[in-house]
């Protein structure tokens, strides 16, 4: 990921680099859980990923999914990756507690001819991760469906392919399985929160540096609004998430 880095970045900027919103997500949860205890983020994500396109890559026990490995589903790579991960996050300490699964895909079967199909292999991947984490049933607080948190795109691919939108994430919004939730990040009509220029200004009492700056030997898609912007995934992004996690719980 080196080559995206900001053209501005250096050592000294932290606002730059290349973190997503999980870091976010876990320094605003510290806050709510005892001061002796730490947030653990289990990275599970591929860019690009989808259940309908993509290569499965190969898994081994020892490294994991391949660096090719995109596609999603009960059985692929990158699922016995997330499994994997997972159950050995749950085995290091018998007190570490599940909070929760923290999504963000679809993109790239909104593309598809097959986006139909997207409901069922997502839902039939849920089932078979909450099978999984069965013998962790105390660490997920004694509850029988792992909760998934599933966040909303950019307004690029609503208004591009508003039916392939309304059936993957629509059933986000409304799934047929417990504890699924869905964390939108903005009204009808509200625009910024993307990578496209105009969505993302400086704020230079922050230090931070919007992505006019970018060109194409250091943006990771010409679709500049078709991506959220780092400042997004540090401020609204997170701050949802952690706000559907804590409620999920709460009610608990």
Known sequence: MQGYHHPLATNHQTQYGTVGQALHIARKLLSFIPDNAGVLIVPCCRGGSAFTAGSEGTYSERHGASHDACRWGTDTPLYQDLVSRTRAALAKNPQNKFLGVCWMQGEFDLMTSDYASHPQH????????????????????????????????????????????????GNYQNNVLANIIFVDFQQQGERGLTNAPDEDPDDLIMGYYGSAYRSPENWTTALRSSHFSAAARRGIISDRFVEAILQFWREK
Not at 125 to 133: G, K
Request: proline share 4%; aromatic share 22%; net charge negative.
């Open 122 to 169: 997502f839902n039939h991947m849920v089932e078979a991760f909450r099978r999984d984490l069965k013998q962790y049933h105390s660490q997920l607080n004694n509850i029988t469906d792992a909760p998934w948190f599933c966040g909303d795109t950019t307004w690029y691919w609503k208004e591009n392919f508003p039916h392939a939108y309304e059936a993957i994430y």
